[in-house]
């Protein structure tokens, strides 16, 4: 068997090609299976009125806007490196909201011009996350706060671990390298010494674990587009189709396909 080499790809490279473009155009779907984690990460920014936030890795924008409102006489900065989702972003525009498409890990931010920080799985992706962090450490004014999610180790006994692997026996293809180095960049801060490397120039970091659903779609066979639309160009035959819906099966409900899930919820300030 061939083993695909993505260490050498660069995020900027991912991000701006086919996983940019995928999450662009169905960024609804990405938000909805991120918005239980909305709650605990708004929460616990406590985000005022008046505060300057920056949201790292914004996406298409949906925390950023959210942001927007609860700083209502504040600002906030949304910053992506993939140009496909700034673009998306920017066609839903607040007046004290804006973005800039940039690299949070040597972006020149304004020093101390921040009063919170803020991410949803966007901090996973730098080169160096010790650098990035640091970079990130300036921007924030002394005292300012962060608080981001970001995924846990994968347990292979998890509901999520065991339909994909199961949807990968069904339907062998080969992963597109690009999305395989997203997945593997989205695990280089799952374990706590990580994300405590990391955050090192930080004061009072603290880290546990939320529990939430992440929603795949309306119904199992939506979920199966779903996770086939990552592949556009494979022909897929309908017995395999069927039988991927069945895995999804048992985790569908009135609310739509929703799978167990699980991230940690990282706060800190800066000294």
């Keep these: 068997m061939t083993t695909l080499d993505t260490s050498a790809l660069p995020q900027s490279e991912v991000w701006n090609g086919s996983v940019g473009a995928h999450w662009a155009a169905h960024h609804d779907r990405y938000d909805a299976m991120l ?15 008046t505060d300057r936030v920056l949201d790292i890795g914004c996406g298409a924008g949906a925390t950023s806007r959210e942001a927007a409102w609860l700083a209502g006489r504040g600002r906030v900065l ?23 498409l940039a690299d949070a890990e040597t972006y020149a931010f304004q020093e101390a011009g921040f009063d919170v920080l803020i991410s949803r799985g966007g901090v996973m992706f730098f080169a160096d996350h010790r650098a990035a962090f640091a970079n990130l450490a300036r ?11 970001c995924p846990r180790p994968v347990d292979a006994d998890s509901a999520e671990a065991r339909v994909f692997g199961r949807l990968a026996e069904i339907d062998p293809a080969a992963p597109d390298p690009a999305a395989l180095a997203a997945h593997r960049a989205m695990a280089s801060l799952s374990r706590p010494e990580q994300l405590r490397a990391a955050l090192a120039g930080f004061a009072d970091v603290a880290i546990s674990a939320v529990h939430a659903t992440s929603r ?5 066979e939506d979920a199966v587009d779903f996770v086939l639309s990552r592949r556009p160009h494979t022909e897929v035959p309908g017995g395999t189709r069927a039988a991927m819906a069945e895995e999804f099966a048992p985790y569908a ?19």
């Design 253 to 271: 409900g009135p609310l739509g396909v929703r799978l167990p899930s699980s991230v940690w919820l990282v706060t800190g300030r800066r000294p």
């Design 78 to 100: 949304g910053v992506d490196i993939s140009a496909p989702l700034i673009e998306r972003a920017r066609a839903d525009l607040l007046p004290n909201l804006w973005y800039e």
């Design 35 to 49: 918005a239980e984690f909305d709650k605990p990460l708004f929460a616990a920014a406590a985000i005022r009125s």
């Design 139 to 149: 921007a924030l004014a002394p005292g300012g706060r962060f608080a981001f999610v």
């Design 216 to 220: 795949y779609g309306s119904d199992p």
